[in-house]
């Protein structure tokens, strides 16, 4: 089945420790992305990647990095200078040369729940 | 001007009556309006679009209206029922450009 797959889906992390969560997608999309969620905040952009070995900075990007080596693969890195990393993390893509409606449509992992003991 | 404002940030609704939530932006070059669906636990997922050439658009229980005068947009579930309750996000963007999302709304339908 076509779709994305985030791992793990829950992570504890200790202060001061990087970890790297995975976004693999077999959906030939071009474009991926990293969000955030926080109850009450909604969704808010982390990074996201047009194209391979290409990526820009979302909303809230301090404190996180990505790599885009791979067309299936956009792991997000939430480094220790992440002051509140605590947060459920979603990854998505789009096919962005989509046109019409299509081009905002996008699918979505079944999240990851980070937590910081 | 980027944000999209959602309201109201929770719902109860009693089984067979009519959910309504409301989005409003401000920027005039969006030109696609989705609603997400999330139930507990899981990721978003699309639920119904709009472009603003037409006023309405339905599909099954789901209807999206759209003002583009005021500049706001609804999302109405008719006949609410329990399976319904999850937490819904609505968007808006330019094509090709990165969505802009709401802050959600939490609808509990009651039995």
């Known amino acids: 089945d076509g779709g994305i797959t985030q791992s793990p889906k829950y992570l504890f992390r200790k202060e001061g420790q990087n970890v790297t969560l995975s976004c693999e997608q077999n959906?030939?999309?071009?474009?991926m992305y990293w969000y955030r969620q926080d109850p009450g905040q909604g969704l808010r952009l982390i990074y996201y990647?047009?194209?391979?070995?290409?990526?820009q900075k979302g909303d809230i990007a301090e404190g996180y990095s990505v790599s885009r080596e791979k067309k299936e693969s956009f792991p997000l890195t939430v480094t220790s200078a992440q002051k509140n990393p605590t947060a459920f993390y979603l990854c998505?893509?789009?096919?962005?040369?989509?046109?019409?409606?299509?081009?905002?449509?996008?699918?979505f992992g079944e999240g990851s729940r980070l937590t910081v003991l | 001007q980027q944000q999209v404002k959602q309201s109201p940030q929770s719902l109860i609704v009693q089984k067979g009556g009519i959910s309504i939530i409301n989005c409003a932006y401000e920027?005039?070059?969006?030109?696609?309006f989705p609603w997400y669906q999330q139930f507990p636990g899981k990721g978003p997922a699309l639920l119904i679009a709009?472009?603003?050439?037409?006023s309405e658009k339905k599909e099954g229980r789901f209807t999206i209206s759209f003002n583009k005068s005021a500049k706001q947009f609804s999302l109405h579930i008719m006949d609410s029922q329990p399976g319904d309750s999850a937490t819904y996000f609505c968007?808006?963007?330019?094509?090709?450009?990165?969505?802009?999302f709401g802050t959600g709304t939490r609808l509990l339908v009651s039995p």
């Open positions: 998505a893509s789009s096919n962005a040369r989509a046109t019409g409606g299509q081009a905002g449509e996008l699918f």
């Open positions: 959906l030939n999309h071009d474009a």
């Open positions: 990647s047009q194209i391979v070995n290409d990526f």
């Open positions: 920027n005039t070059a969006f030109d696609y």
């Open positions: 709009i472009r603003p050439d037409v």
């Open positions: 968007a808006a963007n330019r094509s090709f450009q990165k969505l802009v």
